[in-house]
């Protein structure tokens, strides 16, 4: 079973200000690089448009491991709902993660023991993200208020990290930024409360 510990990191910030542990993996420690990242589409206009295909992207990032790995940990957490893979391998069981919180306040993040996932060599690290109840349909409740005026809304995004620690000492970190590839995937639309299509 893998291992998942879930604790709370501030949204308005690139990373909380969790102090790092002995062996530097902290997970989203401030002095680390890793940025919240999406795709380079608008939300709709209107409340109609968002009704029509939208399909949900996908991001990828290969990277190169040089040495002999102990250990790797990833730390990811997203606005609205991630899924991640490292070498095609889903990682962590749970479907809906992160789960909901109030996004102006914070946002729960995970942690993986990966370590099995990765091998010497080259490696794949990709995230699929959805709508979640970060980026909600314009339902009327009552028929009067929209759900996208009463939530912290915006476009689905992801913050993630991968620590490996080498049998040589030496630390290598995978981190969410500019340099990540996207594209749209098969998912047209998903929402919390329609589903997925």
């Not at 420690?29 to 996908?58: C, M, V």
């Not at 749970?94 to 996004?103: G, I, M, Q, R, V």
Request: aromatic share 14%.
């Amino acid at each position: 079973m893998k291992k998942l510990q879930i604790a709370i990191i501030l949204f308005s910030t690139f990373a909380c200000s969790r102090n790092l542990d002995k062996d530097g993996a902290g997970g989203f420690g401030i002095t680390h690089k890793a940025q919240w990242i999406t795709d380079n589409r608008e939300l709709p206009a209107g409340d109609s448009l968002f009704y029509l295909d939208y399909p949900a992207p996908l991001f990828r990032k290969d990277f190169l491991l040089k040495y002999k790995i102990e250990k790797a940990t990833l730390f990811i957490t997203a606005a609205g709902y991630y899924k991640a893979t490292i070498n095609g391998e889903p990682v962590g069981k749970n479907e809906l993660d992160p789960a909901w919180t109030d996004f102006s306040k914070r946002i729960y993040y995970s942690e993986y023991d990966v370590t099995s996932y990765v091998t010497t060599g080259d490696n794949c690290l990709g995230v699929s993200l959805g709508n979640g109840f970060y980026n909600p349909l314009p339902l009327r409740k009552w028929g009067r208020r929209n759900l996208r005026n009463d939530l912290t809304v915006g476009k689905p995004k992801f913050l993630a990290k991968l620590v490996v620690s080498y049998k040589n000492g030496k630390t290598e970190e995978v981190v969410s930024d500019g340099t990540w590839k996207y594209t749209l995937g098969p998912i047209l639309k998903n929402d919390v409360y329609l589903g997925v299509t």
